[in-house]
Structures are given as structure tokens and as C-alpha cells.
């Protein structure tokens, strides 16, 4: 992104002021594919200060705030170029100076990009600008460059927890929609509240994966610990030795497992989560789209020409309501992969069920051992105690994971059914 100045000079006087907007309206705008405005809708005129002969065929940076970082266009317009719907908050500014929040739903269609817009009212708002405000000071005090900038972007994003800017984007939109309805007191679509509920117990499936692959890393010291038992207990220990051999290949095995089902960018874990987070994106982007076609009708029926200042108001409407089918589409495609992921899901739970009663059987001769060998046993009950505790938290984990993909394939049923 280039450096530009202010196509209209600003009023001092409300520079660092706030622009307000109803948390019920929608921004509209529609771009070529250089990025000069096309269209507007009446509320992106009000809120912005300027006069809609001044913004159709200006170049859309007429409203870039001096405190957004560079890097922050790069990432969008990269995603865009690529056919990407992309979703971002966006700090703007008007023509008097006074600033304004949106998140942004940009979306690619023929001839340039349509992009929706939301006033912000989550928490996440807030953290999304200390994080652009760090970003502007290296911009600005160690010469970073868009593409750099973009890159740390990403990496700020990812200290956050987010794995992608795909799952930080579908996050921050139901976010905020969610945020929206409740203070407007509205009730979420059951399309997007679907969506929600799945998104949710996939992020509560990677708590309790990451609890058990924990509870599991706490005894992988068994084996050894067995084997220091057996040398101690001379020709008594061989049952323990043998035990401890066994052990050993079932942890080998678990070992295994966690490397395919939750760890990598690969793994199952990870791709039914990145298939949630697309549709949920895709899924509440859909519903804004609808909103903002329906106001465009609503306002074309009140209009007495069926073109409003310069704006086809009809035709922004189809404009979105392309958008929509296309999110629509896709969003089948997205659950198709949810059904797919989710069985292997299932499928690698049972794997873990069959390692952990393979872990019972190990106690079970543990305990066995532990009492022929009466006091001399004393260190092997300890290990009996160890492995109790492990295979009770272990079981409770993984039926709660069984519970979660449920939850995840019932509304993934139900959700096919909506479209």
C-alpha cells in the first residue's frame, strides 16, 4: 500500500472526535477492482460527511484513518486478490476528521468488490486496536513494510490463539454479531446460531484434547519406573519387566494418535476445526448480506426514482443478494467437509478408547503383581494409584470429546437442512 493524503481537508476542530452510527445500520459500499467507489448506501454518506458526488468514482482510501497500519491493507487486499472473502475491523475516517469503527465484510463479484460493514460492540474491538496500534509504531519507527507488516499481523494474531486469520476473522464476526443482537434485543438466526454452537464445541474439543494429551505426557515415566522396580525385585520382578514392555508399545501407540488427531496443521483435530470456522465465517456473513439487500429494498421503495442520488438501489440489492448465494454455496460445500471430518473424528476417538482399555488391562496386572508381592509392592502400588487417576480423568475426557462431536454433527445435519 502507498502513502496518500486526505483527497479533503478535515476540520481540526473535530479531529479524535467519534462519529456515531446506529448499531442497527449498515455501511455499504461497492468498488472496481482498483478499489474507486461505485456505489454507496445512504448511511456511508451520513456518517462519512461526504456528499455522494464526492465519493462515487474517488478512490475508497478517501476514508483511510492515519492510525491503521499499512499492514492491514496489505493482508485484506491479498486475501481479495485471491478470491478470499475477508472480514477485518477498519478504523475511518470522515471528512471533518472524526473517526469511525466497522468491522468489514469484503467480498470479490464481477468488476471489483462489494463490502459490508457493522459498528463493532464486542470486546475484541479493543484488543484488535492495541494490536494495530503496535504495528503503526514499527511501521513508523523501524520502517516496516506493508508485506512485513502484514506478516507480523498474522504472527500477533497467532499469540492470541488464534491458529489462522481465517479462525480469527469467523471468530470476530460471530463476536460481534452476537455482541449486536443481544444489545439490540434480537435473537441470533438459527442459521448462525447453529453455526455458534458447533464453533463452540470445537473449541471446548481442543480444551479437553489438551487436557488429555497432558494427563497422558504425566506417565510416560511408568515404563522406566517399572523397570527400576523389576531390577530391584531381582527374579520377582520379571512379571513387572514384562508389564513394563507392553506399556511401553501402548504408549508408543497413544504417542501416535496424538500426533494424528491434535497436533500439526494437518491433523484431524485441526482440519474439522478450520472447516467450523469457515462456515461459521460464511454462515453469519450470509445473514448480513440479506439484511443489507432487504435495506436496500426497503429504501428503493421509498424512493421515487429507481435510481437515488446516483445509486441504483435496486441493483446494489442484487449485488448482495450475489453475494449471498455465492456464501450460501459455499457454505454447503464447508459442511459437506464438517460430516467427512467429523467421522473420522468419531473414528479416532474410538482408537483412543481402545488405547486407554488397553491402559485398564496394564493396571489391572499392576494390581495383581502389587499384591503377590506384599510389602515388597509398596512402590508398584504407587504406580497402581498413578495410572487409577490417569485412566478415570482419561475416560471422562473422551466421553465428553464423544458428547462435543454429537453436538457438531447434529447441527451440521440440521444445518444442511436450513440451505
Given at each position: ?48 460527511g461526504?456528499?455522494?458526488d ?6 475508497h ?15 485484506i ?31 470479490p ?37 506493508p508485506a ?32 449486536r ?8 438466526d ?17 480444551v ?17 519406573n ?132 488397553g ?40 466421553a ?13 445435519a ?6
Amino acid at each position: 500500500m502507498t502513502e496518500h493524503t486526505p483527497l479533503f481537508a478535515a476540520d481540526s476542530s473535530y479531529s479524535g472526535s467519534e462519529a456515531q452510527f446506529h448499531l442497527s445500520e449498515l455501511i455499504y459500499s461497492r468498488t472496481d477492482d482498483r478499489g474507486v467507489i461505485k456505489a454507496v448506501n445512504s448511511v456511508f454518506q451520513r456518517v462519512s460527511g461526504y456528499e455522494r458526488d464526492e465519493m462515487l468514482e474517488a478512490p475508497h482510501k478517501l476514508v483511510r484513518h492515519p492510525d491503521m497500519p499499512k499492514g492491514v491493507y496489505e493482508l485484506i487486499w491479498g486475501r481479495l486478490k485471491e478470491g478470499i472473502p475477508t472480514g477485518g475491523y477498519v478504523k475511518n475516517r470522515c471528512k471533518n476528521g472524526r473517526y469511525y469503527w466497522v468491522f468489514a465484510l469484503l467480498c470479490p463479484v464481477d468488476g471489483g468488490y462489494v463490502s459490508t460493514r457493522l459498528k463493532p460492540s464486542s470486546p475484541l474491538r479493543e484488543n484488535v486496536e492495541q494490536i494495530y496500534k503496535r504495528l503503526l509504531k514499527r511501521e513508523n519507527e523501524e520502517g516496516l513494510k506493508p508485506a512485513a507488516s502484514a506478516a507480523a499481523l498474522l504472527a500477533e494474531i497467532r499469540a492470541a490463539g488464534y491458529a489462522s486469520y481465517d479462525a480469527f476473522q469467523s471468530h470476530a464476526l460471530a463476536m460481534e454479531a452476537e455482541a449486536r443482537t443481544t444489545q439490540l434485543g434480537r435473537n441470533l438466526d438459527p442459521f448462525q446460531r447453529r453455526f455458534l454452537d458447533m464453533s463452540r464445541a470445537i473449541t471446548q474439543v481442543h480444551v479437553e484434547t489438551t487436557e488429555m494429551t497432558e494427563a497422558f505426557k504425566a506417565i510416560r515415566t511408568v515404563p522406566m519406573n517399572m523397570r527400576i522396580i523389576a531390577s530391584r525385585l531381582e527374579s520377582a520382578g520379571g512379571p513387572i519387566s514384562a508389564i513394563s514392555v507392553n506399556y511401553s508399545q501402548m504408549l508408543e501407540d497413544m504417542s501416535a494418535w496424538v500426533d494424528t488427531f491434535v497436533e500439526g496443521d494437518t491433523c484431524v483435530f485441526a482440519r474439522i476445526r478450520d472447516a467450523i470456522m469457515k462456515g461459521q465465517f460464511l454462515g453469519f456473513a450470509t445473514e448480513f448480506e440479506k439484511e443489507m439487500s432487504d435495506l436496500f429494498k426497503q429504501e428503493d421503495g421509498k424512493s421515487a426514482e429507481a435510481s437515488y442520488d446516483g445509486v441504483d438501489l435496486a441493483n446494489e440489492a442484487d449485488f448482495c443478494d450475489q453475494v449471498r448465494q455465492k456464501f450460501l454455496g459455499e457454505t454447503a460445500s464447508v459442511l459437506g467437509e464438517v460430516e467427512t471430518e467429523a467421522r473420522r473424528f468419531a473414528r479416532s476417538v474410538l482408537d483412543m478408547k481402545r488405547y486407554v482399555t488397553g491402559l485398564s488391562s496394564t493396571r489391572m496386572m499392576c494390581k495383581i503383581e502389587s499384591a503377590a508381592l506384599n510389602n515388597s509392592g509398596t512402590a508398584l502400588s504407587g504406580i497402581v494409584e498413578q495410572l487409577d487417576d490417569c485412566q478415570d480423568e482419561l475416560e471422562q475426557r473422551l466421553a465428553r470429546v464423544v458428547e462435543l462431536n454429537s453436538v457438531i454433527q447434529s447441527n451440521t445435519a440440521m444445518l444442511r437442512t436450513l440451505i
